[in-house]
């Protein structure tokens, strides 16, 4: 069983900083991509960062120079530092990950539960 847990969402005013952890559990062979989406009320879920296995990272223009997505492999956990917040940031993010699990087979999408990041003006 492959479990995610996100944490580090919270309340913050515009302008300020969040880091949101999440970190794969279970029994994982490996993990390929990972990435955090959002899901703003009445939006669609959206892409917001993701990073490969070896480290390339894409972003969606809308967080480009302000959020950084980052990994630690020996940890199965990926990070999101989010600077210069605006209240257009709301939403509830989502990590998600392609995990090959044990005994090794195809790989599979998972997502973690969700964490609410709230900007105030």
């Known amino acids: 069983q492959v479990q995610l847990v996100e944490s580090g969402g919270g309340l913050v005013q515009a302008g300020g900083s969040l880091r949101l952890s999440c970190a794969a559990s279970?029994?994982?062979?490996?993990?390929?991509?990972m990435g955090w989406y959002r899901q703003a009320p009445g939006k669609q879920r959206e892409l917001v960062a993701s990073?490969?296995?070896?480290?390339?990272?894409n972003y969606a223009d809308s967080v480009k120079g302000r959020f950084t997505i980052s990994r630690d492999n020996a940890k199965n956990t990926v990070y999101l530092q989010m600077n210069s917040l605006k209240r257009e940031d709301t939403a509830v993010y989502y990590c998600?990950?392609?995990?090959?699990?044990?005994?090794?087979?195809?790989?599979?999408?998972?997502w973690g539960q969700g964490t609410q990041v709230t900007v105030s003006s």
């Open positions: 279970g029994s994982i062979f490996r993990i390929n991509a």
């Open positions: 998600d990950a392609e995990i090959i699990s044990l005994p090794p087979s195809v790989p599979y999408g998972y």
């Open positions: 990073i490969t296995s070896g480290g390339t990272t």
